[in-house]
C-alpha cells in the first residue's frame, strides 16, 4: 500500500500539507495592528483551534484537492481571522503567504461554508440533549437567535469580501 501511495505522489514526499504551511503562515498571522500584546497570544490560540477543525473537514472535499496546499492554509487563516472579527487579509499577512484576495476567491466560499455547517451542528447537538423538555424550547430560541447572528456576519464578511 505504501509503494502504492508513494507512486501516487510521484515519489515527492518533500511537498509541503496543507498543515505544515499552516503551521508556518500561523506564526505571523496576527500582528500588532490587530491586537494588544497581551492579546495576542489569546488570539493565535483561538486562530489555531478554527483553522484546525476547520482542516479536518477540508480533507474530504475533492474539489480542494486542485489548489496548492499553501492557498488552502491561506484561504483558512483569513476565515479564521474573519470569524475573529479581524481584518480578513491585512498587508502583512499577504506579504506572509504570497496570495493576494483574487487568489483564494474560489477557496473562501467552500471554507465559509465548511464553517456554518459547523456551527450548526454543534447547535443541534447541544438542544437534542435537553436536560428538561421546556429547557430544550428555551435552549433553542437562544441557539436559533445566535445562529442567525452568525450568519448575518458571516454573509457581512462575505459581502465584504467579494464586493
Same mark, same amino acid.
Given at each position: 500500500?505504501?509503494?502504492?501511495?508513494?507512486?501516487?505522489? !510521484?515519489?515527492?514526499? /518533500?511537498?509541503?500539507?496543507? @498543515?505544515?504551511?499552516?503551521?508556518?503562515?500561523?506564526? $505571523? &498571522?496576527?500582528?500588532?495592528?490587530?491586537?494588544?500584546?497581551?492579546?495576542?497570544?489569546?488570539?493565535?490560540?483561538?486562530?489555531?483551534?478554527?483553522?484546525?477543525?476547520?482542516? !479536518?473537514?477540508?480533507?474530504?472535499?475533492? %474539489?480542494? *484537492?486542485? %489548489?496548492?496546499?499553501?492557498?488552502? @492554509?491561506?484561504?483558512?487563516?483569513?476565515? $479564521? *481571522?474573519?470569524?475573529?472579527?479581524?481584518?480578513?487579509?491585512?498587508? /502583512? %499577512?499577504?506579504?506572509? &503567504? $504570497?496570495?493576494? %484576495?483574487?487568489?483564494?476567491?474560489?477557496?473562501?466560499?467552500?471554507?465559509? !461554508?465548511?464553517?456554518?455547517?459547523?456551527?450548526?451542528?454543534?447547535?443541534?447537538?447541544?438542544? @437534542?440533549?435537553?436536560? /428538561?423538555?421546556?429547557? @430544550?424550547?428555551?435552549?433553542?430560541?437562544?441557539?436559533?437567535?445566535? *445562529?442567525?447572528? *452568525?450568519?448575518?456576519? !458571516?454573509?457581512?464578511?462575505?459581502?465584504?469580501?467579494?464586493?
Amino acid at each position: 500500500m505504501e509503494v502504492i501511495i508513494l507512486k501516487s505522489m !510521484n515519489f515527492q514526499v /518533500h511537498l509541503p500539507t496543507v @498543515a505544515t504551511t499552516i503551521d508556518y503562515l500561523l506564526e $505571523g &498571522s496576527i500582528s500588532m495592528q490587530d491586537c494588544k500584546v497581551e492579546e495576542m497570544v489569546v488570539l493565535k490560540r483561538e486562530l489555531r483551534k478554527y483553522v484546525d477543525k476547520v482542516l !479536518n473537514k477540508t480533507l474530504d472535499i475533492v %474539489f480542494l *484537492r486542485q %489548489f496548492r496546499p499553501s492557498c488552502i @492554509a491561506a484561504t483558512l487563516i483569513v476565515a $479564521g *481571522r474573519i470569524s475573529l472579527e479581524l481584518s480578513p487579509m491585512p498587508p /502583512h %499577512f499577504i506579504l506572509l &503567504s $504570497g496570495y493576494s %484576495f483574487e487568489e483564494i476567491k474560489d477557496v473562501m466560499p467552500i471554507i465559509l !461554508n465548511l464553517q456554518q455547517e459547523d456551527d450548526l451542528c454543534s447547535i443541534y447537538s447541544q438542544i @437534542a440533549t435537553p436536560e /428538561h423538555p421546556t429547557d @430544550a424550547i428555551d435552549k433553542q430560541i437562544v441557539m436559533d437567535d445566535k *445562529r442567525i447572528h *452568525r450568519k448575518k456576519s !458571516n454573509r457581512s464578511a462575505q459581502r465584504m469580501l467579494f464586493d
